[in-house]
């Protein structure tokens, strides 16, 4: 069961939603008056649980890398981010952004073979439909990059992976093609500036969401820690888990005997050692820093 902390009440803000890691606020009057408020919290989330230790600095990271990448896609497609300044208490960690009609699509491109897509292979051989070459290995490069969409689960449950086919029969074949033709372009143009400061970029979610003319705009998050995996190229071998900038410390340190945590349990996971924390929170700054050059 998901345990979120009551979100903080803003002055001139509505609450709307809280996930596991965002709040979401409807601005209530001024210039951006019926828009939305959209607030990353240092809150962490594993195993469909959102743990009571928080990692500090973590919001305020996700955005800014969030915001590098906006401006870096803004040829491809337009972001829906309005603009950052927002009530003083969250700001650097929230974006006034804009009201869309999200599509009901997790929008997945992997272009190396781990985690989910990785049980499905070894099960079917395939993942999301598209069949894969025998061999692969945890790690794997693809023959080339692949759309893998999931179902958008309701809070506390899993996405399910699911096949092009799906996607099209829920939305229709052409925008199901647009979903798919921008989230490739956005992963290979985000694996390339990836590659290029070191970084493998293993495979990416995207949610999109349209404007009224039917535009179609890239929102939420976009290439954090949280919605990608992100490996360090020169540490990437193929036959093993990879070493990765992202929360992987979390869920290796709550399946360790140290924790003491059954993940069967409905029992909720422990607070996370101080070591842990500070790990996980370097982590997230190096992935940040290499990425968009910039010093914390």
């Given at each position: 069961?998901?345990?979120i902390?009551?979100a903080p009440?803003?002055?001139?803000?509505?609450?709307?939603?809280?996930?596991?890691v965002?709040?979401?606020?409807?601005?209530?009057?001024?210039?951006?008056?019926?828009?939305?408020?959209?607030?990353?919290?240092?809150?962490?989330?594993?195993?469909?649980?959102?743990?009571?230790?928080?990692?500090?600095?973590?919001?305020?990271?996700?955005?800014?890398?969030?915001?590098?990448?906006?401006?870096?896609?803004?040829?491809?497609?337009?972001?829906?981010?309005?603009?950052?300044?927002v009530?003083?208490?969250?700001?650097?960690?929230?974006?006034?952004?804009?009201?869309?009609?999200?599509?009901?699509?997790?929008?997945?491109?992997?272009?190396?073979?781990?985690?989910?897509?990785l049980?499905?292979?070894?099960?079917t051989?395939?993942?999301?439909?598209?069949?894969?070459?025998e061999?692969?290995?945890?790690?794997?490069?693809?023959?080339?990059?692949?759309?893998?969409?999931?179902?958008?689960?309701?809070?506390?449950?899993?996405?399910?992976?699911?096949?092009?086919?799906?996607v099209?029969?829920?939305?229709?074949?052409?925008v199901a093609?647009?979903?798919?033709?921008?989230t490739?372009?956005?992963?290979?143009?985000?694996e390339?500036?990836?590659r290029?400061?070191?970084?493998?970029?293993?495979?990416?979610?995207?949610?999109?969401?349209?404007?009224?003319?039917?535009?179609?705009?890239?929102?939420?998050?976009?290439?954090?820690?949280?919605?990608?995996?992100?490996?360090?190229?020169d540490?990437?071998?193929?036959g093993?888990?990879?070493?990765?900038?992202?929360k992987?410390?979390?869920?290796?340190?709550?399946?360790?005997?140290?924790?003491?945590?059954?993940?069967?349990s409905?029992?909720?996971?422990?607070?996370l050692?101080?070591?842990?924390?500070?790990?996980?929170r370097?982590?997230?700054?190096?992935?940040?820093?290499l990425?968009?050059?910039?010093?914390?």
């Amino acid at each position: 069961m998901l345990n979120i902390p009551d979100a903080p009440a803003l002055p001139g803000m509505r609450h709307l939603h809280s996930g596991k890691v965002r709040d979401l606020y409807e601005v209530e009057a001024g210039p951006y008056a019926g828009q939305l408020l959209m607030v990353a919290s240092d809150r962490i989330s594993a195993f469909d649980h959102v743990l009571a230790s928080t990692i500090p600095d973590k919001g305020e990271i996700l955005t800014r890398m969030s915001l590098w990448w906006f401006e870096q896609l803004a040829d491809l497609v337009p972001g829906h981010v309005l603009s950052a300044e927002v009530p003083d208490v969250v700001r650097g960690r929230a974006v006034v952004c804009e009201r869309l009609e999200m599509y009901p699509v997790e929008c997945v491109a992997r272009g190396y073979l781990t985690g989910s897509g990785l049980l499905d292979y070894r099960a079917t051989g395939e993942v999301c439909g598209v069949a894969l070459p025998e061999g692969l290995e945890d790690g794997s490069k693809l023959p080339e990059p692949i759309f893998t969409p999931a179902t958008k689960a309701a809070l506390g449950d899993h996405d399910e992976n699911v096949s092009y086919e799906a996607v099209a029969a829920q939305v229709g074949e052409e925008v199901a093609d647009r979903l798919r033709a921008v989230t490739m372009r956005v992963y290979a143009t985000a694996e390339r500036i990836a590659r290029e400061r070191g970084i493998v970029l293993a495979d990416t979610k995207l949610e999109l969401g349209a404007r009224a003319d039917g535009t179609m705009v890239l929102a939420d998050e976009v290439l954090t820690p949280d919605s990608s995996r992100f490996w360090p190229a020169d540490q990437w071998q193929p036959g093993r888990a990879q070493p990765s900038y992202d929360k992987q410390i979390v869920r290796n340190w709550l399946l360790s005997p140290e924790s003491g945590w059954d993940r069967s349990s409905d029992e909720p996971p422990p607070p996370l050692p101080a070591e842990v924390v500070e790990r996980t929170r370097a982590r997230y700054l190096e992935a940040y820093e290499l990425l968009t050059g910039e010093t914390w």
